[in-house]
């Protein structure tokens, strides 16, 4: 995973210079008042190169530490000097620091506000409601008008829930963490979260999820899919939720359904048995029924419980179908789906059962990084998923159109152009949407009456 850190070294690589951004230097010692680093000990350059200079210690976990302006630089030893409140971390393992012009602090706003702004292309289900052809999708706020919807597609999965394979993550916690879309959190223990020590089909992490006092808990409320006419819901229907769980410690975690706020049902317990096993649990939801949710739970403070993919569909038990997740998707017509922006924002598609899903694809941003921490300096290891060289050409177009300050005849303003551009085409790829053949709209199942356009 990248972090702020990597961006702003990155962006040092990719504007190379003194006067651009800067360059890393690994440090070879340090004392209070000293960074000291044997790749700056040229001897013979001028004691003025790397003086008057911000040093920024990405590296340092001491917050207080990472920035300090060196006020003299000795070219024989490749020792950086500096007169501010004296270093309370002097173990150098492994650390390195950016010498630039920048203050550290206008780096990671560029940084962080280059994150913001990018979009990439998300996917997002929506269960189908019997007979309804409006849905109202104000939960996804960063729709903010129809522009921002690429395309609406369907397919017949029976999933109920959304986040399967707990990789969607738009927001991050007040220690930097980045959080799982649509997943409720509760009781976890201090170390909880994305790991890359166990990995399930592939992914590159699973979520580490340990109990603190209390049990730890994932929960995802399920839509009873009400449609305003009574037998149309979801009531009175069998419902299977499921998981993917890696734990070490038996009777450790298991996955539980809760109706009307109580737990109704749970699957077995995970054997322990250091590998990844599948706990199931199927109910029959009461026609009495006022809310439906799934969770994991983990109920024992040793050992460890990795989630790997967790979800709940309408159906009587766990199928293959279900386990491969290998529904065909079918692009809606543009002709075919409208929009209502009055209140709040909704689709308008053909009707279709309670057995379903439209999908929605829109432009959505990256999350930015927690505001205390990156005001700070706390958020310089803190993760995101947006693309490192993306983010850093983004990032330099920012800092050299701050230094021009609006001057567009300056050096500084050509090259924020050269940057922005870069950074323009490496963003348009986020939201490449490959276009189908002439035969697979030839193809395309009608969902509702009309003729389809060819596009």
Known sequence: MTTLWDVAKEMTYRAPGDDAIGRVAAITSLTTLTAVSSALAFGGNSENRYAQQWVWRGDTT???????????????????????????????????????????HLVREA????????????????????????Y??????????????????????????????????????????LIPDNWTLANAATGSGYSTAQTWKELPYSYLLERSTTDATMTQTISLLDAGISGESIRGETVTAFARVWSDTASKVRIQILESGSVVDSSSYHTGGSGWEELTVSYTILTTATSLSMRASVEVDA????????????????????????????????????????????????????????????????????????????????????????????????????????????????????????FATLANKLLYVGKDSLDDRLRLPRIGPGIVRMR
């Open 62 to 104: 001491t917050v207080a530490d990472k920035t300090r302006y060196s006020d003299s630089f000795a070219p024989a030893t490749g020792t950086l000097t500096h007169s501010g409140t004296n270093y309370s971390d002097t173990t150098a393992t492994d650390e390195s620091m950016l010498i630039g012009p920048h203050e550290p």
């Open 111 to 134: 940084i962080d506000l280059t994150v913001r702004q990018l979009r990439r292309l998300d996917r997002t289900e929506l269960p189908t409601r019997q007979g309804v052809n409006r």
């Open 136 to 177: 109202f999708i104000g939960d996804l706020d960063w729709i903010e008008s129809p522009e921002d919807i690429v395309k609406v597609s369907w397919c017949d999965s029976p999933l109920l829930t959304r986040n399967r394979y707990i990789v969607k993550r738009n927001s991050v916690d007040t220690a930097g963490a």
């Open 303 to 422: 050992g460890n419980a990795y989630i790997g993919e967790m979800g709940a569909a309408i159906e009587t038990t766990m199928t293959d179908a279900i386990r491969r997740d290998n529904y065909i998707e079918y692009d809606l017509p543009r002709d075919q789906f409208h929009y209502d922006q009055n209140g709040v924002l909704s689709i308008l598609v053909p009707p279709r059962g309670k057995k379903g899903q439209w999908i929605v694809y829109s432009k959505r941003p990256y999350p930015g990084f927690d505001s205390a921490r990156l005001i700070s300096g706390a958020a310089d290891a803190d993760s995101t998923d947006a693309p490192l060289v993306t983010v850093a050409c983004g990032a330099i177009a920012r800092l050299f159109k701050g230094k021009a300050m609006g001057d567009v005849q300056s050096a500084d303003w050509v090259r924020a152009k050269e940057w922005e551009d870069k």
